[in-house]
């Protein structure tokens, strides 16, 4: 199943795709959770699905606007991992950002005042349906709702890499304000369910920045074949020691080809655009302005 999340005239509206029509669901309050199932988290049974619509001209939105948590995984590809010099981690490495760093397709990435060096990474975001305690591997896909395409956007300065640095500064010392700034994490409108899907396979995944002038430079292009850490690794770790709520989101980690370990470094300016895509999921697509902009 493919579902779809998109703004009504008067709701944010959730929707089944079929060919290209969209069966439509009920109105969703952003901020209300119903149950502990993923289909009530969303809205999805809450009235009769009869409208229908064309898929295309919906204005998107977000499938996920208010998780109770969002999961990261850093360096969880090893191809990542070595063009910035690091060892693979032999268990996962976490972090997390907040609800507020969630914008949509088509919505503006903000670049704060005081970076100069935002970059993008393209994401396998898994979405949890049903609440995982302590959940083994084996029965870890059993609490997944399905997949969604995210952009991990990150502040590199902030972050302390070398690479971002100029004379006289240094990062923050954690990577809370690098990586959970407002606007840093645009989500695709599509989720796609397991049965879909299958990540172990492969899926690929493509990032693109195009700048001001209109030139087009693929970043990233890698497969989901290649994590360190799968799926169901993913929340049999995370879920050990951190409940996992329906509508939570874990975002995989991102392939090689990011712009700060290139040479020069390639950082998002305002006036560009940045685009990443997962196959057999969707893409997300944002402009990037300047705060004095937003």
Not at 12 to 38: S, T
Not at 58 to 69: G, M, Q
Not at 187 to 215: F, H, M, N, Q, Y
Request: aromatic share 6%; hydrophobic share 40%.
């Amino acid at each position: 199943m493919r579902l779809i999340a998109f703004y009504g005239e008067d709701a944010f509206r959730v929707g089944r795709i079929e060919g290209d029509e969209v069966v439509v669901g009920g109105p969703l309050d952003p901020a209300g959770r119903v149950g502990n199932e993923f289909e009530d988290a969303i809205g999805w049974e809450s009235s009769d699905p009869a409208e229908r619509l064309p898929l295309t001209g919906l204005e998107p939105a977000p499938i996920i606007v208010a998780p109770t948590k969002i999961v990261c995984v850093g360096l969880n590809y090893r191809d990542h991992a070595a063009e910035g010099g690091r060892e693979a981690p032999a268990r996962p490495l976490i972090f997390a950002k907040f609800a507020n760093a969630i914008v949509g397709d088509g919505d503006p990435v903000v670049r704060p005042e005081g970076t100069h060096a935002l970059d993008l990474e393209v994401e396998l975001g898994v979405v949890i349906g049903r609440r995982a305690r302590r959940v083994p591997a084996g029965r870890a896909m059993d609490h997944v709702a399905g997949f969604v395409v995210v952009n991990d956007i990150s502040a590199r300065d902030w972050q302390g890499n070398p690479q971002a640095l100029r004379d006289g500064e240094k990062g923050d010392g954690q990577w809370l304000r690098a990586k959970g700034s407002d606007t840093f994490l645009p989500i695709g409108s599509v989720l796609v369910t397991p049965d879909e899907v299958d990540p172990k396979a492969g899926l690929r995944l493509r990032s693109w920045r195009a700048d001001g002038d209109g030139v087009v430079r693929l970043m990233q292009d890698g497969s989901t074949a290649d994590l360190i850490h799968d799926v169901p690794a993913l929340i049999a770790f995370i879920s050990a020691a951190i409940t996992l709520e329906p509508g939570d989101i874990i975002a995989t980690g991102t392939p090689s080809g990011v712009g700060v370990f290139r040479d020069p470094p390639v950082f998002l300016e305002p006036g560009d655009r940045v685009r990443c895509e997962i196959e057999g999921i969707g893409a997300v697509e944002n402009p990037v302005i300047d705060w004095s902009e937003a």
